[in-house]
């Protein structure tokens, strides 16, 4: 088994429960692992073999653009398409922050991370 890794996809989107959230967004960092039995592309050099990082990557991109109220539903969506799209992949992490998140006080970032095995 192997491991890939996207770290620090940026993107600015729309989620959340405040009006202000919906209308004009807030920037987010999502960070992106999944398992697959990577042992035959190690050997063959083939990409028709191995995870594709940038079809994930466009996942990411594609489901952070589809407005939720929590960060736990888009992080879901996430997983699930993932699963769906790409059979090789047997395990998802996936962690959405929202930098800069309007809660009254100084903080960098909130997260949540989920993570699901097929």
Do not use: W
């Not at 959340?16 to 063959?44: F, H, N, W």
């Amino acid at each position: 088994m192997g491991k890939i890794k996207l770290k620090n996809i940026r993107i600015h989107s729309n989620h959340g429960c405040l009006k202000e959230e919906m209308l004009i967004g807030s920037d987010y960092r999502v960070d992106l692992e999944i398992t697959a039995d990577l042992s035959q592309p190690s050997l063959s050099d083939k990409l028709l073999e191995t995870v594709d990082y940038v079809h994930l990557n466009n996942i990411v991109k594609e489901e952070m653009a589809i407005r939720s109220n929590l960060l736990e539903h888009v992080a879901k969506r996430i997983i699930d398409r993932i699963f769906l799209e790409i059979d090789e992949v047997t395990q998802v992490m996936v962690e959405v922050s929202k930098i800069n998140p309007p809660i009254g006080g100084d903080v960098e970032s909130v997260s949540v991370k989920l993570r699901f095995n097929r």
